[in-house]
């Protein structure tokens, strides 16, 4: 059977009226089912975020941005294949170039090197004047960041291969690939880079860890197993970027668990029922999970035991939380961001943006302040006061 995305699924079955329309909740499983939106509740004055300043670049259309922040350099893309630096204390362009192409991945950038995907899948580096550098070509779309770690750079493409390209030439060091489901959800999950542990979530509820060297299976641990009798219900995808620190290498499955595992060798040290597309963060503590019923979850590092849950942004398309100091904070589908207290989950802060989907966690600028790209283009840098 011909591999297919759930969103490509369901617009064959005629629930979407067209491609564009089934990407109106970032490529989100539960976005086509009929659920009524949350209505906003009160507030309380605990919180006031304010918006420092505000730019739009080229919409995002069927895919997923984020900005990435280097130094006090901010650089953001749409997929109109505009490529921009942005001072990130006032927003001001520093540089603007153009891509080979339009784009499909958002930038990934240090002092040296700017990297993105096109949507032939081809990965294109320039330096930061905007000159171009080398051009590598991947199975297919590249939707994730790349993640650069020293000399390497780590890609996923949207088959679900994983492969590492030498940072300076964009020759190919290796790459990993193992077969996948005959339906599967369509996503934009990257991987996570640790000393010399490249850490990748599949279809199919499976974990993986690759040698950073030589892209080698280090292990490979089941995170959740397809269950039910249809294929649909069988989906147990890891659709959002694992987790990874000294301690512990964790991912959470689509109608499956979340687990946590021994980074040195892969052996179980936790899991439970949960279920999510989005992802996670973590602090010092605790993970902060979004399941598929947009809930917001904090579990114990340490065990996955329950510490708060907050179930009143139903239906809104949220998005992977970021954990920021006293605060939670997520975004939802038609651009409002939430702010809840680290501590019970308990709402204390709102601000709008440009009304359209926000479908990555923020990224954080300072210990005050953050930055978050919408579906439309804007990108809007927010303190809280």
Request: charged share 20%; aromatic share 8%.
């Amino acid at each position: 059977m011909k591999r297919l995305s759930l969103v490509g699924l369901f617009c064959l079955l005629g629930a979407c009226t067209s491609v564009k329309d089934s990407f109106n909740h970032w490529f989100r499983p539960g976005a086509l089912a009929e659920s009524k939106m949350s209505a906003l509740v009160p507030l309380p004055v605990l919180v006031k975020p304010k918006i420092l300043w505000q730019r739009r670049v080229g919409a995002a259309e069927q895919y997923i941005f984020s900005p990435k922040v280097v130094g006090n350099t901010l650089w953001v893309s749409g997929a109109n294949g505009r490529v921009y630096s942005l001072a990130a204390n006032t927003g001001a362009i520093n540089k603007e170039f153009r891509a080979g192409g339009n784009i499909s991945s958002g930038v990934a950038a240090n002092a040296k090197i700017v990297v993105l995907g096109t949507d032939k899948g081809e990965m294109m580096a320039y330096n930061p004047a905007g000159q171009w550098l080398w051009k590598s070509q991947l199975s297919s779309q590249l939707l994730s960041v790349p993640v650069m770690n020293n000399e390497l750079i780590v890609a996923r493409s949207s088959d679900g291969a994983v492969f590492g390209f030498d940072q300076a030439t964009g020759a190919r060091r290796w790459n990993y690939q193992r077969s996948t489901p005959s339906l599967l959800v369509r996503n934009a999950s990257s991987v996570t880079i640790l000393e010399n542990i490249v850490l990748a979530g599949f279809p199919g509820g499976r974990l993986v860890a690759l040698n950073k060297v030589s892209g080698a299976v280090a292990w490979e641990s089941v995170v959740a197993l397809p269950k039910g009798t249809t294929e649909l219900e069988r989906v147990a995808d890891i659709t959002s970027t694992p987790y990874l620190d000294s301690e512990r290498a964790c991912a959470i499955a689509y109608q499956g668990k979340v687990a946590c595992f021994d980074p040195l060798g892969g052996s179980a040290l936790w899991n439970r029922d949960i279920s999510s597309y989005v992802g996670m963060d973590a602090d010092e503590s605790n993970f902060y999970i979004v399941d598929d019923k947009d809930s917001v979850l904090a579990v114990t590092k340490s065990a996955g035991s329950s510490v708060w849950k907050q179930d009143k942004l139903a239906a809104r398309g949220l998005s992977r939380p970021l954990a920021f100091g006293r605060y939670v904070i997520v975004g939802d589908s038609v651009g409002y961001l939430h702010i809840l207290s680290r501590e019970d989950g308990a709402f204390v802060g709102r601000i709008a943006t440009d009304g359209s989907a926000i479908g990555v966690a923020p990224t954080i600028l300072d210990l005050t302040s953050f930055v978050v790209q919408t579906r439309k283009g804007g990108i809007f840098a927010i303190t809280l006061q």
